[in-house]
């Protein structure tokens, strides 16, 4: 999770691809260290049939927050869905 200004919040609308309709913003509720804070994610509007493998460099963005917040045995649960689903080899 990030903590923005309000002032990011329509770039990353952009970055995001909400104005072109790919994403839209909403809001969640989410556990953060032992208590429920609300906080925005991004939803993707006309999602495809079939579940996609995360790119390599999402992979590395979540692995990153994962190691960072996790315990390591979600990262390890983690890899063992990613090369079940995907063929992706741990690591």
């Known amino acids: 999770m990030y903590k923005l200004h309000p002032s ?7 970055r995001e691809g ?3 309709g790919r994403y839209r913003r909403m809001e969640v509720e989410v ?4 208590e429920r804070v609300r906080a925005m994610t991004y939803s993707v509007v006309h ?11 999402y992979r590395r963005a979540i692995l990153n ?3 960072r917040f ?3 045995s979600y990262r390890e649960k983690l890899l063992r ?3 079940e689903r995907f063929g992706i080899p741990p690591g």
């Open 8 to 14: 990011a919040q329509a770039p990353l609308d952009r």
């Open 18 to 20: 909400v104005p072109l």
């Open 31 to 34: 556990v953060w260290k032992g």
């Open 47 to 57: 999602k495809a049939p079939a579940e996609m493998a995360p790119s390599p460099s």
């Open 65 to 67: 927050g994962v190691d």
């Open 70 to 72: 996790l315990d390591p």
């Open 81 to 83: 869905m990613w090369q």
